[in-house]
């Protein structure tokens, strides 16, 4: 018997949503001042001998491309039933989020009613859109499209408020985003599945929460997609010396998680053997980890560290943890977003935390202030008419740098879990279709999948 995936009306909203993207993009964004024609003059001054420079930042953009759209498509292909929502509808949410997050980051940088666009913008609209697949593992199998995408609008518009309050005003050090990324977008999905969770009687792993040999082949290539492009998403920001200590760390960190990870999975599990559910995830808990401090000198043993301190809480919360949540507060964390994500992120706030507070500069000399901006000194200038001007940074010292980025995960920790708690409410109004039990974590319930598979599923079971 053919079920309807959604009414009509649904899909109707969205192409509606996208058709208000189209207009807004026409009345209030345009390329960015150095991608717009110059005069006639100013051009011929600037052709003479010079020649146009390739884009130095499209590396960067394309290994974050590849992370968003097949790093995390193929790691949620690990359900058995699942692969199609959980390649298709991460391509969807994110092609959704990347056009919503250029319109809410850039109401924060907008001039003369304008929000320019340029490669950095499209940088920012990928990893804006990182926090809602992140949110999104922690509800796969067990959440409509719809509910997806309108989760996505609200994330989106949280997000970039939190960004702009830590980055901007705030001035906290998180190139890698492991704060204003990973611990939001965690946390943020927790709380709605917290609001989503199942009664007392259904708080048990369901008949198709789990992988089949060729699903958990598929996972893994998303695994190693995102662990060889993870040092882009975590220098994509920075420049220079900045820029390749960023990539040193992150490579090192990785390893050290990964190494790490194979250990301790064996040692954890009942027949001592590898858990692929600790290869796919826990071995990049090292990118998260060492995201707040990839730029500061760390020095490569510490970043080797870090990735050994990340995959045995990774690993551990995999194997406690998470079981612990489902039974206990009915918490479902299906692809094991705090683990890979929450815990290792609120472990990099710590070190950054440790790192600025160790800041000198001694250490890094004229550097200091353009990893720490907030450290930059005040003075003033004086004005013709007696006024004063003041210019600089904040005037932080190394310690308040360190309260900062502490307090910094805290705010971050609060401000996701209350977006989370609000969006969870909205999409278990009774104007949002809610699946059923058994249609959880299956792709029939919206997809069109071949008869045979049917069939021989059926009556399958984990």
């Not at 007392?200 to 662990?227: H, Q, V």
Request: proline share 4%.
């Amino acid at each position: 018997m053919h079920t309807p995936g959604s009414s009509v009306s649904g899909y109707v909203l969205l192409l509606l949503v996208q058709i208000v993207f189209i207009i807004v993009f026409g009345f209030f964004t345009d390329y960015s001042k150095e991608l717009l024609p110059k005069n006639a003059t100013v051009s011929a001054a600037m052709e003479e001998g010079h020649e146009e420079q390739p884009l130095p930042k499209y590396p960067h953009f394309q290994d974050i491309h590849v992370m968003i759209f097949i790093g995390f498509g193929f790691l949620m292909t690990f359900l058995k039933r699942y692969g199609f929502s959980a390649s298709g509808l991460n391509l969807l949410v994110a092609a959704l989020a990347i056009q919503w997050a250029i319109i809410m980051r850039g109401c924060y940088e907008m001039e003369d009613g304008k929000i320019p666009l340029s490669l950095d913008n499209l940088i920012g609209a990928d990893i804006a859109a990182a926090a809602v697949l992140i949110s999104m593992g922690a509800l796969l199998g067990r959440t409509t499209p719809m509910q997806l995408l309108v989760m996505a609008i609200v994330e989106i518009a949280v997000f970039a408020a939190n960004e702009f309050l830590q980055i901007e005003l705030m001035r906290i050090a998180d190139v890698g985003g492991s704060i204003t990324v990973h611990a939001f977008g965690a946390y943020f999905g927790l709380a709605v599945s917290f609001i989503l969770r199942p009664s007392k009687e259904n708080a048990k792993t369901g008949p198709m929460e789990c992988s089949s040999y060729s699903s958990d082949i598929t996972a893994m290539i998303g695994t190693i997609f995102l662990w060889i492009f993870w040092p882009s998403f975590n220098s994509a920001l920075v420049d220079g010396a900045e820029q390749e200590r960023a990539i040193i760390n992150t490579y090192l960190s990785l390893a050290g998680a990964t190494v790490t990870t194979f250990v301790l999975s064996a040692l954890v599990a009942h027949e001592k053997k590898f858990d692929m559910v600790h290869v796919q995830n826990s071995t990049l808990a090292g990118g998260v980890a060492v995201g707040s401090i990839c730029n500061p000198l760390i020095h490569p043993f510490g970043a080797i560290m870090v990735g050994v301190i990340a995959g045995v809480i990774s690993v551990l919360g995999y194997r406690f943890l998470t079981p612990a949540m489902l039974s206990n507060l009915r918490i479902s964390d299906t692809c094991g977003v705090n683990n890979l994500h929450g815990m290792p992120a609120l472990l990099s706030a710590v070190f950054s935390a440790i790192y600025a507070s160790l800041a000198t500069t001694e250490t890094y000399g004229n550097t200091l202030t353009s990893i720490f901006p907030a450290m930059k000194q005040n003075f003033t200038l004086a004005e013709e008419d007696m006024r004063e001007m003041v210019i600089g940074g904040y005037g932080r010292s190394a310690a308040k740098q360190g309260a900062f980025q502490l307090f910094a995960i805290l705010l971050t920790v609060v401000i996701a879990i209350v977006g989370g708690l609000f969006t969870g409410l909205v999409l278990k109004s009774p104007t949002m279709r809610q699946l059923e039990k058994d249609e959880h974590h299956k792709d029939d319930a919206y997809w069109e999948t071949p008869a045979e598979c049917n069939a021989t599923e059926a009556a399958k079971s984990c």
